[in-house]
Protein backbone atom coordinates (compact mmCIF):
# COMPACT_ATOMS: atom_id res chain seq x y z
CA UNK A 1 0.00 0.00 0.00
CA UNK A 2 1.34 3.19 -1.14
CA UNK A 3 2.09 5.64 2.13
CA UNK A 4 -0.22 8.37 0.89
CA UNK A 5 -3.22 5.99 0.76
CA UNK A 6 -5.27 5.04 3.60
CA UNK A 7 -6.99 1.67 3.89
CA UNK A 8 -10.33 1.17 2.76
CA UNK A 9 -13.63 -0.01 4.67
CA UNK A 10 -14.90 -3.27 3.98
CA UNK A 11 -17.90 -3.95 5.90
CA UNK A 12 -19.17 -6.60 7.37
CA UNK A 13 -22.72 -7.41 7.91
CA UNK A 14 -23.92 -8.60 11.67
CA UNK A 15 -24.10 -12.89 12.01
CA UNK A 16 -28.20 -12.08 12.47
CA UNK A 17 -30.38 -9.25 10.78
CA UNK A 18 -33.73 -8.16 11.16
CA UNK A 19 -34.96 -7.77 7.25
CA UNK A 20 -37.07 -5.07 8.03
CA UNK A 21 -34.96 -2.96 9.88
CA UNK A 22 -31.26 -3.94 8.31
CA UNK A 23 -31.28 -2.48 5.02
CA UNK A 24 -32.52 0.83 5.77
CA UNK A 25 -29.91 0.52 8.84
CA UNK A 26 -27.09 -0.32 6.24
CA UNK A 27 -28.04 2.19 3.41
CA UNK A 28 -27.45 4.97 6.44
CA UNK A 29 -24.08 3.89 7.30
CA UNK A 30 -23.07 3.62 3.21
CA UNK A 31 -24.41 7.18 3.32
CA UNK A 32 -21.95 8.21 5.86
CA UNK A 33 -18.43 7.24 4.65
CA UNK A 34 -17.15 5.60 1.63
CA UNK A 35 -17.38 2.04 1.55
CA UNK A 36 -15.20 -0.47 -0.91
CA UNK A 37 -17.54 -3.46 0.00
CA UNK A 38 -19.59 -5.39 1.84
CA UNK A 39 -19.79 -9.15 3.37
CA UNK A 40 -22.67 -10.60 3.88
CA UNK A 41 -22.21 -13.17 6.51
CA UNK A 42 -24.97 -14.59 7.93
CA UNK A 43 -24.93 -17.37 10.96
CA UNK A 44 -28.17 -19.15 8.78
CA UNK A 45 -27.74 -21.76 6.93
CA UNK A 46 -31.37 -21.37 5.24
CA UNK A 47 -30.81 -20.59 1.91
CA UNK A 48 -34.44 -18.85 1.59
CA UNK A 49 -33.47 -16.54 4.28
CA UNK A 50 -29.91 -15.77 2.77
CA UNK A 51 -31.71 -15.62 -0.67
CA UNK A 52 -34.14 -12.95 0.74
CA UNK A 53 -31.03 -10.65 2.92
CA UNK A 54 -28.82 -10.96 0.08
CA UNK A 55 -31.04 -9.54 -2.75
CA UNK A 56 -32.41 -6.65 -0.66
CA UNK A 57 -28.60 -5.81 0.58
CA UNK A 58 -27.68 -6.19 -3.35
CA UNK A 59 -30.21 -3.26 -4.14
CA UNK A 60 -29.15 -1.15 -1.09
CA UNK A 61 -25.76 -1.26 -2.19
CA UNK A 62 -25.57 -1.54 -6.54
CA UNK A 63 -27.77 1.51 -6.10
CA UNK A 64 -24.47 3.52 -4.19
CA UNK A 65 -21.76 1.49 -7.02
CA UNK A 66 -20.79 -0.62 -3.52
CA UNK A 67 -20.02 -4.34 -4.62
CA UNK A 68 -21.31 -7.32 -2.35
CA UNK A 69 -19.64 -10.50 -1.64
CA UNK A 70 -21.77 -13.71 0.88
CA UNK A 71 -19.50 -15.59 2.81
CA UNK A 72 -19.54 -19.27 1.68
CA UNK A 73 -22.33 -19.63 -0.56
CA UNK A 74 -20.89 -19.83 -3.97
CA UNK A 75 -23.85 -20.98 -5.44
CA UNK A 76 -25.69 -18.53 -4.28
CA UNK A 77 -23.66 -15.41 -5.03
CA UNK A 78 -23.84 -16.89 -9.02
CA UNK A 79 -27.35 -17.23 -8.90
CA UNK A 80 -28.30 -13.72 -6.92
CA UNK A 81 -25.85 -11.52 -9.25
CA UNK A 82 -23.71 -10.94 -6.45
CA UNK A 83 -20.14 -9.51 -6.64
CA UNK A 84 -18.34 -12.80 -5.66
CA UNK A 85 -17.90 -14.57 -2.31
CA UNK A 86 -15.52 -14.61 0.74
CA UNK A 87 -13.84 -18.02 1.59
CA UNK A 88 -13.43 -19.10 5.24
CA UNK A 89 -11.43 -22.29 4.74
CA UNK A 90 -8.01 -20.70 3.84
CA UNK A 91 -7.02 -21.62 0.43
CA UNK A 92 -8.92 -24.79 0.04
CA UNK A 93 -12.32 -23.67 -1.94
CA UNK A 94 -10.37 -21.42 -4.35
CA UNK A 95 -9.46 -22.91 -7.74
CA UNK A 96 -13.31 -24.61 -7.85
CA UNK A 97 -14.41 -21.51 -6.78
CA UNK A 98 -12.95 -19.46 -9.37
CA UNK A 99 -13.98 -22.11 -12.02
CA UNK A 100 -17.33 -21.77 -10.90
CA UNK A 101 -17.73 -17.85 -10.74
CA UNK A 102 -15.33 -17.26 -13.39
CA UNK A 103 -12.56 -14.39 -13.75
CA UNK A 104 -14.87 -11.33 -13.03
CA UNK A 105 -15.67 -12.06 -9.51
CA UNK A 106 -14.60 -11.08 -6.05
CA UNK A 107 -12.92 -14.18 -4.18
CA UNK A 108 -11.41 -13.76 -0.81
CA UNK A 109 -9.73 -16.26 1.86
CA UNK A 110 -9.91 -15.63 5.36
CA UNK A 111 -6.78 -17.10 6.31
CA UNK A 112 -6.38 -15.96 9.73
CA UNK A 113 -3.22 -15.94 11.15
CA UNK A 114 -1.56 -17.96 8.90
CA UNK A 115 1.04 -16.51 6.73
CA UNK A 116 1.49 -19.98 4.66
CA UNK A 117 -2.01 -20.24 4.14
CA UNK A 118 -2.53 -16.90 3.13
CA UNK A 119 0.31 -17.32 -0.09
CA UNK A 120 -1.00 -20.42 -0.84
CA UNK A 121 -4.40 -18.61 -1.37
CA UNK A 122 -2.63 -15.37 -3.25
CA UNK A 123 -0.68 -17.85 -6.05
CA UNK A 124 -4.43 -19.29 -6.45
CA UNK A 125 -5.96 -16.33 -7.55
CA UNK A 126 -7.46 -14.87 -4.90
CA UNK A 127 -8.22 -10.90 -5.10
CA UNK A 128 -7.97 -10.31 -1.67
CA UNK A 129 -6.72 -11.99 1.84
CA UNK A 130 -8.06 -11.93 5.10
CA UNK A 131 -5.95 -12.38 8.20
CA UNK A 132 -7.45 -12.28 12.21
CA UNK A 133 -8.45 -11.68 14.35
CA UNK A 134 -6.08 -8.84 15.45
CA UNK A 135 -7.75 -8.77 18.70
CA UNK A 136 -8.59 -10.76 21.87
CA UNK A 137 -11.77 -12.50 20.60
CA UNK A 138 -13.71 -15.51 22.54
CA UNK A 139 -13.67 -17.20 19.79
CA UNK A 140 -11.21 -19.91 18.05
CA UNK A 141 -8.04 -20.94 19.87
CA UNK A 142 -7.15 -17.20 20.94
CA UNK A 143 -4.35 -16.94 17.86
CA UNK A 144 -4.32 -13.31 16.92
CA UNK A 145 -3.02 -12.07 13.62
CA UNK A 146 -0.23 -9.97 15.19
CA UNK A 147 1.40 -6.83 13.41
CA UNK A 148 4.23 -8.49 11.71
CA UNK A 149 2.47 -10.21 9.65
CA UNK A 150 0.56 -7.57 7.98
CA UNK A 151 4.18 -5.96 8.08
CA UNK A 152 5.78 -8.67 6.05
CA UNK A 153 2.81 -8.98 3.34
CA UNK A 154 2.71 -5.66 2.96
CA UNK A 155 6.17 -5.32 1.98
CA UNK A 156 6.59 -9.04 -0.02
CA UNK A 157 3.22 -9.49 -1.59
CA UNK A 158 0.93 -7.61 -3.82
CA UNK A 159 -2.28 -8.88 -2.93
CA UNK A 160 -4.53 -6.68 -0.80
CA UNK A 161 -4.66 -7.76 2.30
CA UNK A 162 -7.94 -7.07 4.69
CA UNK A 163 -7.43 -7.15 8.67
CA UNK A 164 -10.33 -8.00 10.76
CA UNK A 165 -11.52 -9.21 14.16
CA UNK A 166 -12.02 -6.86 17.49
CA UNK A 167 -11.00 -3.81 15.53
CA UNK A 168 -10.56 -0.50 17.74
CA UNK A 169 -9.12 2.71 17.23
CA UNK A 170 -5.53 1.80 18.48
CA UNK A 171 -5.46 -1.45 16.34
CA UNK A 172 -6.62 0.78 13.49
CA UNK A 173 -4.18 3.15 14.41
CA UNK A 174 -1.24 0.61 14.41
CA UNK A 175 -2.05 -1.42 11.32
CA UNK A 176 -2.76 1.92 8.93
CA UNK A 177 0.32 1.70 7.43
CA UNK A 178 0.75 -2.24 6.63
CA UNK A 179 -3.08 -3.28 5.61
CA UNK A 180 -5.29 -2.19 2.54
CA UNK A 181 -8.61 -2.90 3.85
CA UNK A 182 -10.01 -3.13 7.72
CA UNK A 183 -12.87 -5.33 7.89
CA UNK A 184 -15.09 -3.47 10.32
CA UNK A 185 -18.78 -5.56 11.48
CA UNK A 186 -19.31 -6.15 15.01
CA UNK A 187 -17.77 -3.49 15.98
CA UNK A 188 -19.98 -0.53 14.66
CA UNK A 189 -23.49 -2.86 14.61
CA UNK A 190 -23.70 -2.92 18.58
CA UNK A 191 -23.06 0.48 18.81
CA UNK A 192 -26.07 2.60 19.26
CA UNK A 193 -25.10 4.67 15.69
CA UNK A 194 -23.51 3.08 13.71
CA UNK A 195 -22.26 5.37 11.47
CA UNK A 196 -21.13 7.82 13.96
CA UNK A 197 -19.13 4.69 15.67
CA UNK A 198 -17.20 3.97 12.07
CA UNK A 199 -16.49 7.31 11.84
CA UNK A 200 -14.30 6.87 14.45
CA UNK A 201 -12.86 4.50 13.35
CA UNK A 202 -11.95 5.75 10.31
CA UNK A 203 -10.91 8.76 12.15
CA UNK A 204 -8.14 6.86 13.83
CA UNK A 205 -6.29 6.26 10.47
CA UNK A 206 -5.22 9.46 10.36
Not at 127 to 133: K, T
Amino acid sequence: MAETELPQIYLISPPEIELSRFPDQLARVLDTTEIACVRLALATKDENHLARAADIIREVTHRRDVAVVIAEHVLLAERLGLDGVHLTDGARSIRKTRMDLGSDAIVGAFCAASRHDGMTAADLGCDYISFGPVGNMNLGDGTIAEYELFEWWSKMIEVPIVAEGALNEDTIALLTPVTDFFGIGEEIWRADDPGLTLCALRAAMK
